[in-house]
């Protein structure tokens, strides 16, 4: 018989070891298969905007020929949310996007820029993953702009303003089986170069596999905070967890702080149980001004959606701390 089963007071204890600076929402998984008006295979990681005092996710789902598409759920509050019936974006039957969506259209992030929503998704085809960039002002109707990158490339964020007069995006080109954080410019969203590599992966970290951007960038006074997914490769499998990086305002491939540790590791059983288990994978993260409260929404274990939230200030705060300080 087990001592801490019977003991209250280090199983109280037990629960602050390890514990998470982002606080899931007592209320999750907030999107699972169940929600979804039409038939799929599964519900996972989700771009997070806020669109006429609505919070809208546009969130990846899986159809049931196993091809990735969009749908949108709206919700008044933040956590409660409504799926439209239909999806709002399928890949194309048009040229030069329909090579290369003809797996799927993966993993979305929205960036609100001069009043135009961006999306930038991965376009999924035999020819390997690569990003594409569309745009829309209403979310009834998305306007392809190009596809923005070669294979094999993941992971595109577009910042939310200019840098040094240049539009700025993250990616993750990917090295074999590794991949690290790039950063690329362009003058019209359409051809885009000066890239070099923002950050790599850490040996002997939780991040040491691979490392991707996850939600766009948020300006704050400290730099552009940055919510990455890290990767490790354990014996049963990859192990994604949630991380925070701090980047200079001007030159955002400067990094001024890295989180030592996660922001957010698979631990509720919905993050440990699913198509792909032990996986928190970020697209989206909803920053309220008035209370600066940071709303992350995170696709857990590739089978739900769930929103977890901390202080921007403990986000910040982490991203400058140590191991063992933490
Ligand atoms: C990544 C992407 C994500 C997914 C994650 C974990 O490569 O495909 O969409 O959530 O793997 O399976």
Redesign the pocket.
């Known amino acids: 018989m087990s001592v801490l089963i019977q003991d209250p007071v280090p199983r109280a204890k037990a629960r602050l070891v390890g514990r998470d600076v982002i606080h899931r929402w007592e209320g999750n998984p907030i999107i699972q298969l169940e929600d979804i008006p039409f038939r799929c295979n599964t519900v996972?990681?989700a771009a997070a905007v806020k669109f006429h005092d609505q919070y809208l996710l546009l969130v990846?789902v899986e159809d049931q020929q196993g091809r990735s598409i969009f749908a949108l759920a709206w919700s008044e509050d933040g956590y409660r949310f409504v799926v439209d019936p239909e999806p709002v974006m399928t890949p194309t039957d048009e040229e030069p996007f329909a090579t290369y969506e003809a797996c799927g259209i993966?993993?979305p992030r929205i960036t609100f820029m001069d009043g135009m929503y961006y999306v930038m998704y991965?376009a999924y085809s035999h020819h390997g993953p690569r990003l594409a960039l569309a745009r829309t002002d209403d979310f009834k109707t998305f306007e392809r702009i190009a596809l923005i990158s070669e294979p094999v490339n993941?992971d595109g964020a577009l910042f939310p303003k200019k840098i040094n007069g240049r539009y700025a995006r993250f990616d993750r080109p990917n090295v074999g089986s590794t991949g690290n954080i790039w950063i690329s410019y362009s003058d019209d969203l359409i051809n885009w170069g000066a890239s070099e590599v923002v950050m790599t992966t850490r040996p002997d970290h939780w991040d040491c596999a691979r490392i991707?951007a996850s939600a766009p960038p948020i300006e704050t006074e400290r730099g552009w905070l940055e919510i990455y997914?890290g990767v490790k490769e354990a014996a049963a499998g990859?192990i994604?967890r949630l991380g925070a990086v701090m980047l200079d305002l001007e030159n955002p491939a400067r990094v001024l702080g890295r989180a030592a540790i996660p922001i957010l590791t698979p631990r509720e059983y919905y993050e440990r149980v699913g198509?792909?288990g032990n996986?928190v994978?970020s697209c989206g993260a909803i920053l309220e001004e008035q209370t600066r409260e940071v709303k992350m929404y995170y696709?857990a274990a590739?089978t739900c959606i769930c929103v977890g939230t901390a202080k921007l200030d403990a986000l910040i705060k982490r991203c400058f701390e140590q191991e063992d300080s933490v």
């Open positions: 996972f990681n990846r993966e993993d991965t993941k991707g997914h990859p994604y198509d792909i996986v994978f696709g590739d």
